[in-house]
């Protein structure tokens, strides 16, 4: 009797731990948030293999979701995607990391059309949630942000942006990626830019108010920066770039970024006392911000041609590798404005992961491409195709993991031990 108490406590002993791993302490450098956890999509690491191979570069499992352009996120032990169902419900899942099996879902009433000339994209959710090792902060189409509890699904908050504050319903919705930055939550919703509690969701501050326009709150992700000894948060709207204090929502300093309909996509990127920064259909520049007085200014470094679109470049040893509009990868120095070089074209958008001098790209055929950073010339290692569907979300890289969400899935690709 004694004998089978005794396994039976052993039983439940394991379950609990299995059931805990879910948001235990990160064993693996987990990507919590859009572009990962320096929000910068540079991981460290020793170095990826130079091949992409299947012998090196192995798919784990794959699993069918509703369509989704929102990239995946994960903890030690899980990978969490949003999904827009039956185009009218949205849902968030939550899957083990080893083996694909879901751990909980969870779903709400949120989709929206967007405008025809962005129709045949899809409507899907295009928010990449953040993950603090308990909550999960999701935004939903419609102007939501929604947070759950990581362990299980059950939905903790809500805010309803247009509900709240009165604004207009974003023409292409939430596009913004929340930031975490310690207790607080700061997002583009509500036409504006807005710091929340996270334990709450109580707004605390709303600043860079604009009517909504056609095209509603904007697409750019914040960013936290310390730009002439200020730590801000660097926000780009759909016509300008903007650094706040954290603290109370003031406006340091602001900057006219020229754009077409809006379309300042980047993530703002943060250089020295700069901020490099690209948008449709016009140029890239560096802005340099300067305090004098207690009072900073932001002034224009340089300029160059290259027209960005959707892809935030990545940055290694002052040379920002970036996408461009014309589909073509470029080499900029960032201290001088210089292009080193420019490519054939591959694909019309590419998420751009680095470690060390190489770098892995994805772009939306589902081709993944690994180049060297060298800023002599293009250099491809390897490319292959890893998906038959679209993948516009971002890429995730985590330990040996490798996690691309497709169009309607989800695929974990571990890196070979010892590979080359």
Known sequence: MREHVLRGSLVALIALVCQSSLVAQEEL?????????????????????????????????????????????????AVFATGTKDQETEVVYALDRRTG?????????????????AASNGSWMRSTPVFDGTSLYVAGMRDVLVSLNAQTG??????????????PLP????????????????????????????????????????????????????????????????VQTREKLAGVDPENGEVLWEQVVPSFRGMNILTPVPFGDGVFTSSYQNKSWLYRVSEA??????????????????????????????????????????RTGERKWTSTPHGKYCSLVAQN???????????????????????????????DDDA????????EDLIVRELNAVSVFRWKAGGD
């Open 29 to 77: 450098p987990a990507w919590n948030q859009w572009r990962g956890p320096q929000r910068d999509a540079v991981i460290p690491g020793t170095g990826w293999p130079t091949t992409l191979s299947e012998e090196v570069l192995k798919r784990t499992w794959r699993v069918e979701l509703p369509p989704s352009y929102s990239g995946p996120i994960l903890s030690d032990s």
């Open 101 to 117: 099996i879901k751990l909980w879902s969870a779903q709400w009433p949120g989709a929206i059309t967007v405008p025809f000339f």
């Open 154 to 167: 059950e939905e903790q908050w809500r805010v309803d942006f247009v509900e709240q504050l009165k604004s």
């Open 171 to 234: 023409a292409f919705g939430f596009c913004s990626s929340p930031l975490l930055d310690g207790d607080w939550l700061y997002v583009q919703a509500g036409a504006s830019f807005i710091k929340l509690d996270k334990h709450t969701g109580k707004i605390v501050w709303r600043t860079l108010q604009d009517d909504g326009g056609m095209m509603g709150s904007a697409f750019s992700s914040p960013i936290v920066a310390t730009l002439a000894g200020k730590r801000q948060i660097l």
């Open 293 to 334: 007085d207690g009072k900073f200014t932001c002034a224009e470094g340089w300029n160059n041609s290259a027209q960005g679109y959707m892809s935030t470049p990545v940055v290694i040893e002052d040379h920002a590798y970036l996408h461009l509009q014309n589909q073509r990868f470029t080499c900029i120095d960032l």
């Open 357 to 387: 001098d190489l770098i892995l790209a994805l772009d939306e055929r589902g081709v993944l491409l690994l180049l060297r950073a060298n800023p002599r010339e293009f250099d491809l290692l390897d490319e292959r195709k890893v998906s």
């Open 392 to 399: 516009w979300a971002h890429i995730a890289v985590s330990g």
